[in-house]
């Protein structure tokens, strides 16, 4: 799997984070997985928190391998 990433839009704002996720990937159940397995970041950081609300302009990336 490619380093995905994106910005958060106005459609995306005031949503968890793992809503986000789900949204840029071809199995939406991945999307717990990953956060679990320390493969998202939010801003540059590692975040693993499903619930964590996102603002608009925020960037998600999801890596390759957990960090």
């Known amino acids: 799997m490619k380093p995905t990433s994106f910005h958060v ?21 991945d999307a717990a997985k990953l956060l679990k397995s320390r493969r998202v970041q939010l801003n540059g950081n590692l975040c693993v928190d499903p619930s964590r609300t996102l603002r608009t302009g925020d960037v998600v990336k999801i890596l390759p391998h957990p960090s």
């Open 9 to 29: 839009r106005d459609s995306l704002a005031g949503k968890p984070l793992s809503s986000a996720v789900r949204q840029c990937l071809d199995d939406p159940a």
